[in-house]
């Protein structure tokens, strides 16, 4: 699907027109079962069903990582994020590092996206793309690692993990609300400040083919939905912070309401006669909580069970991807990173080839059956999760100094991963494990690019 560059100016404006506008939007720590069109009934998302019912629906569509910054610098990058060092669970509140090479970055004020590693955004910007971040960063506090440095043009943000919707605060006590890298003040619930200010970005456009990145922090804690502001900040100590113990109704609220936003911002599209030339991409940065409907997957974010990675994808292009298909092929965030990039005609280093595979391409084949693994690791403090997917067989691991836990699960019959078949089929066990330990011997990195000495907290 790649389109190459055009050799003369006389069809430069119909190359031009033939790229793609490109709208991604991701939620935060919403639940596999958490939409209407992924099968629940008491929570309303028209907006979200109707993508899906005029594109295609993804049930086997996986976050790159357990938390949100690993899938978020997998989708920015195109490769797994355990290459780039630091970055293998989320950046604690306040810019605090949770695992031994995020520590050690930490104290040295590296902890984040490294500028010079090749972004989504700057492969775009340099094929002419204008390149616009609505929503969460969480790729890092420090301002060398601000967004508007690895190749947006436009940044409206949050910086960190989640932060009152209402007064911009998080759990430390810290501002959050940023654009272009400078702290900003503004009135209004985070939800609809950004979704406006990306309307207002498609309303402004030029002629050249754009990329929006919506990244949503709902539905992620504190639970505040669009009718809940107070005068004063939310305390600190209020249970609205806690992931896993949000009030339903509020839960609901919140996501209902950025349902109804991102009615608004298609909407837009269409109003701007743009539908028809815009790639639309949903999907999910991780595992829902506790107070996410997950089924009927076990498990939850932070771990690499279904609940903990499996997330909602679909994708809307009206006119080239038929309406109404439901694609069962597993794909990781970084396989819509390969197919934005082919797409745009973008360029992709050399020597940091993309990982995934053109998912777009993939769906117009027909969703063909494809030989592939997939591949988690997610590290905090001195636990481990690990996981790889090779067809329908899935080995899973939780790591601990003082015991490691694994299993091996037949998805096809047993997607609530509740009977270990590691006993009844040791060779597919072993296997499965022998990969997953060459994969990880070879991606992971620390922040100097040294291959990690894979300790005793990596056993």
Not at 370 to 384: A, S
């Amino acid at each position: 699907m790649a389109i190459a560059q055009p050799a003369t100016t006389a069809n430069s404006k119909a190359f031009e027109s033939s790229r793609p506008n490109v709208l991604m939007i991701l939620a935060d720590d919403l639940g596999y079962g958490d939409l209407g069109c992924f099968g629940r009934q008491d929570i309303r998302t028209p907006n979200l069903d109707r993508l899906a019912s005029e594109g295609v629906r993804f049930t086997d569509h996986y976050a790159n990582g357990a938390e949100c910054t690993p899938t978020r610098a997998a989708f920015l990058t195109g490769r797994y994020q355990q290459r780039i060092g630091g970055l293998e669970c989320a950046i604690g509140t306040g810019n605090v590092g949770r695992y031994d090479d995020a520590i050690r970055l930490r104290q040295t004020n590296d902890l984040g996206l490294p500028v010079d590693e090749p972004t989504l955004m700057s492969m775009l910007h340099d094929a002419g793309y204008q390149t616009w971040l609505c929503g969460k960063w969480h790729l890092g506090y420090e301002p060398k690692f601000a967004p508007h440095l690895h190749g947006f043009d436009h940044t409206f943000y949050c910086i960190g993990g989640g932060m009152d919707y209402f007064h911009f605060l998080d759990t430390v006590a810290g501002y959050n609300l940023f654009r272009e890298g400078q702290p900003v003040s503004a009135d209004g619930y985070f939800t609809d400040l950004m979704t406006d200010d990306a309307i207002k970005l498609i309303q402004n456009r030029n002629d050249s083919p754009f990329f929006l990145y919506l990244a949503y922090t709902c539905p992620h804690a504190p639970f505040q939905g669009p009718d809940d502001r107070q005068v004063d900040p939310l305390p600190l100590d209020s249970p609205l912070w806690n992931q896993g113990d949000a009030p339903p109704d509020v839960y609901v609220k919140m996501i209902e309401h950025m349902d109804r936003r991102i009615g608004d911002v298609l909407k837009t599209l269409e109003q701007q006669t743009l539908a028809s030339n815009t790639l639309v991409i949903f999907a999910g940065d991780n595992g829902g909580t506790r107070s996410a409907r997950n089924a009927p997957l076990s498990g939850f974010k932070g771990s690499t069970f279904e609940g903990g990675i499996r997330v909602p994808g679909m994708i809307r292009w009206t006119g080239k991807i038929p309406a109404g298909l439901t694609c069962e092929t597993p794909c990781l965030t970084l396989d819509f990173t390969k197919s934005i990039i082919q797409l745009a005609g973008a360029k992709p280093s050399p020597e940091k080839p993309l990982e995934g595979i053109d998912i777009v391409q993939h769906v117009l084949d027909g969703c063909p059956p494809i030989d592939r693994t997939l591949y988690w690791r997610k590290q905090r403090g001195t636990q481990v999760w690990k996981a790889v997917r090779e067809g329908t067989l899935k080995y899973v691991a939780e790591d601990r100094p003082e015991n490691q836990q694994e299993s091996l699960f037949d998805l096809s019959a047993d997607i609530a991963e509740q009977q270990d078949l590691k006993s009844e089929r040791p060779e597919d066990f072993q296997r499965l494990r022998g990969k997953y330990l060459s994969w990880e011997q070879e991606v992971r990195r620390n922040r100097r690019g040294r291959p990690d000495p894979l300790g005793a907290t990596s056993r």
